[in-house]
């Protein structure tokens, strides 16, 4: 399957933007999605999760009541709903994907199969 981030941009702190991750050559049954962000001269870390069958989302602690993921499975699109933007949410985000992946494993990039190409946000202060 492969992945495609869009809705990334230039925002100004307390701003909203809502990324979205788009499938093709496949569709998001069975997989678990999430949503990952590297900013500059840092490791890539995870966002938000939400796994094929379970209604209940993953979230880093930096961003639990700020953001928001969600998937339209019919779509085969993953969201991603960012609130109260502020500069540390500055990064290159990134969707993914993976078809069997362990709870404990959520956070490791290593343990994602798909990956899309990123997308851009900028938070002004």
């Known amino acids: 399957v492969q992945l495609q981030a869009s809705g990334g941009g230039l925002v100004q702190a307390g701003g909203s933007l809502r990324l979205s991750c788009a499938a093709s050559?496949?569709?998001?049954?069975?997989?678990?999605l999430g949503w990952f962000r590297q900013a500059t001269g840092k490791e890539r870390e995870f966002v938000a999760g939400?796994?094929?069958?379970?209604?209940?989302?993953f979230y880093a602690e930096s961003v639990k009541g700020r953001f928001t993921i969600s998937r339209d499975n019919v779509k085969s699109t993953l969201y991603l709903q960012m609130n109260s933007l502020q500069p540390e949410d500055t990064a290159v985000y990134y969707c993914?994907?993976?078809?069997?992946?362990?709870?404990?494993?959520?956070?490791?990039?290593?343990?994602?199969?798909?990956w899309g190409q990123g997308t851009q946000v900028t938070v002004s202060s």
């Open positions: 050559g496949g569709t998001f049954s069975g997989y678990t």
């Open positions: 993914a994907a993976a078809r069997s992946i362990i709870l404990s494993n959520l956070r490791v990039p290593a343990a994602w199969n798909y």
């Open positions: 939400l796994r094929w069958g379970n209604s209940n989302p």
